[in-house]
């Protein structure tokens, strides 16, 4: 698989006024004689003052620089044999070019960022080659500023087809201090021959469980570094890699339907990674719940008292309260025009109640460390060069703030430092970090068992629901995650799917506990926290690696924010879950061959 790091393909925010003067142009600190791409960045960056003569108006006003280098192996194994290895070393660029000013620029169009003149592209160099990154840097420039150009002509065409908006907001927040901070930063080492061996010994754990027909191991390590340049005086130099190892197995049950599970290890560099044993625990548990769910019996349509364990119940938060925290801008369209917008199901819930008032929720990106364990989610810049701050965002169970990037929205005309995905019409996507959920009033986990046997024996039903795990970061086919939406959308969930679960387990009134499969939830939305009734006192430290795609599809997305999410148990008083209707798939024609040792 391939990859690409935290800080890839990053574009920075915006700048100075519609009078842009070389004086603007960044005054690098004393560097040392090999900063030569630094200096390949504010040269060409000093050119500007030439675009303001060809833009008049619609002179430039912000530019950034950045580039994200990375150096970068990859593992594929299955059965403990290699399947794939590669080594690669990266150079990813981002410039933009804003024109016009911070009030109205050539962003926040349906079609802003299209260009349709011709282009020429040239390799950007993986040395420190300056007249390499100066031509480079120069005919991205061009480009950018081009496309820019084209787009706030088309964007003016469409308000003088709209109606004035009487509040407009600006298209860019103005920030009050560049950052500044060029630290002298070096490529962690790589040691190939201990992931490819790790990659295999963690594959060949499945050739112990004969009914896992199909499984594989990837792992990848990447360090990398991240330098931006921008028109305003940001001046940022941060390390920017990621290791991590995915798993899967797949099985297939009796009737014919397709079970797996799944497991998603981060580490924000490759010498913070943990141990080979407790890797392998992980992927043993795996093997085990592949093999149980290939035996376990179907389940059936649910509607009752669910308790989610801590783990789960931070996969589930991630989704249902995590990827609604982001509040996305509409673009202006033309008359008629429809714009691919998925709003937040929390945006007109600012003030009112979405946990239980014993919850306070907050992220917290700039916090390293969780009980003396390091957090994924922490970061020193966003993707627009801000630092990212603490946001308190549920205070006693009432929703107080939103995450935010550069691109204001109404209520929120300030970046927090949480640009940390591309988005859509020339912004930049706003993501948790590190997300804290507390309880102030909780109570041991075996005590939440057994109120959800009290609370289904009050019902008179035959059993409670007791989710372990959810298929988050999902681990199923592209096909099956299709499915997923076209149900949630038919079934009036929310404004995004919300993965299965993959560990349910009837709770019956003697306390015992049966696996089931094949249930996913029905018509859930982010209003269903509400009827959390109570939160366990263990906590449970989930990470993964969000990506742009539905559910972070493992495998796949090639913007990557590591996450971590720190979560209670829930018992909700009532959630229903459903059986897929989708056909099932016929077994193999020819069993599997015997496992060697």
């Not at 500023?145 to 065409?157: M, N, P, Y």
């Not at 990848?220 to 190892?245: C, H, K, N």
Request: without cysteine; hydrophobic residues 40%.
């Amino acid at each position: 698989m391939k990859f690409t790091f935290r800080g890839m393909a990053v574009a920075a925010g915006l700048l100075g006024s519609a009078a842009f003067v070389l004086s603007q142009t960044p005054q690098l600190p004393q560097l040392s004689n090999d900063e030569v791409l630094l200096r390949a960045m504010r040269d060409e960056m000093a050119r500007m003052p030439q675009l303001a003569r060809v833009g008049g108006k619609d002179a430039p006003y912000f530019l950034s620089y950045t580039v994200s280098d990375a150096d970068a192996f990859n593992v594929s194994s299955v059965l403990g044999a290699t399947v794939s290895a590669n080594r690669n070393k990266y150079r990813s660029p981002a410039v933009e070019v804003r024109v016009g000013s911070y009030e109205s620029d050539n962003t926040g169009h349906v079609q802003s960022g299209a260009y349709s003149g011709s282009r020429i592209d040239g390799p950007w160099p993986l040395d420190s080659n300056y007249q390499g990154l100066r031509d480079s840097f120069w005919l991205a420039t061009d480009i950018g500023f081009k496309a820019g150009l084209e787009s706030i002509s088309r964007k003016r065409a469409s308000q003088n087809n709209a109606a004035a908006d009487p509040n407009p907001l600006p298209n860019f927040a103005r920030i009050q201090k560049p950052e500044v901070s060029i630290p002298k930063l070096s490529f962690r080492k790589i040691d190939e021959a201990k992931w490819e061996q790790r990659a295999n010994k963690l594959s060949a754990i499945y050739k112990r469980y004969p009914e896992v027909l199909s499984s594989g191991v990837d792992s990848q390590a990447m360090t990398g570094i991240t330098t931006m340049l921008t028109s305003e005086g940001t001046m940022v130099r941060y390390e920017d890699g990621v290791a991590w190892v995915t798993s899967k197995g797949e099985s297939q049950a009796a009737d014919g339907m397709l079970v797996h599970d799944a497991l998603s290890v981060q580490a924000l560099d490759v010498d913070s990674f943990t141990t080979d044993e407790d890797l392998a625990r992980q992927v043993t548990e795996v093997a085990e719940n592949v093999r149980a769910l290939a035996k376990a019996p179907a389940g059936e349509a649910y509607t009752g008292p669910v308790l989610f364990e801590p783990k789960a119940a931070a996969q589930l938060l991630a989704q249902m309260l995590g990827d609604n925290l982001r509040v996305p801008r509409r673009p202006l369209t033309n008359p008629g025009q429809a714009a691919n917008v998925a709003p937040s199901e929390l945006e007109t819930r600012l003030n009112a109640r979405v946990l239980p008032d014993f919850f306070d929720v907050y992220d917290d990106p700039t916090q390293k460390t969780y009980n003396g364990k390091p957090l994924v989610g922490f970061y020193e810049y966003d993707l627009e060069g801000v630092r990212p701050k603490r946001v308190s965002i549920l205070e006693k169970g009432v929703l107080k703030n939103f995450l935010t990037t550069r691109t204001p929205v109404k209520g929120f005309p300030e970046s927090n430092g949480h640009a940390r995905l591309p988005g859509n019409y020339g912004g930049r996507s706003a993501a948790i970090g590190n997300l804290f959920i507390q309880a102030r009033e909780s109570m041991p986990l075996a005590n939440l068992k057994r109120q959800l046997i009290s609370m289904t024996t009050t019902l008179d039903k035959p059993y409670g629901l007791l989710v372990k795990k959810l298929d988050f970061p999902y681990g199923g086919s592209v096909p099956e995650l299709q499915a997923l939406a076209q149900a949630n959308a038919q079934g009036g969930g929310g404004t995004r799917a919300v993965s299965p679960p993959l560990l349910v387990y009837r709770v019956y009134p003697d306390g015992r506990e049966e696996l089931v499969r094949g249930l996913r939830f029905h018509a859930l939305t982010a209003r269903a926290l509400r009827d959390v009734i109570a939160a366990s006192q263990e906590t449970a430290v989930f990470e993964y690696v969000n990506t742009t795609t539905l559910m972070a599809l493992l495998g796949s997305g090639g913007y990557l924010a590591p996450t971590s999410v720190i979560s209670p148990g829930l018992l909700f008083e009532e959630i229903e879950l459903e059986v897929p209707r989708e056909q099932l798939s016929k077994p193999p024609t020819v069993p599997p061959p015997p496992m060697q040792p």
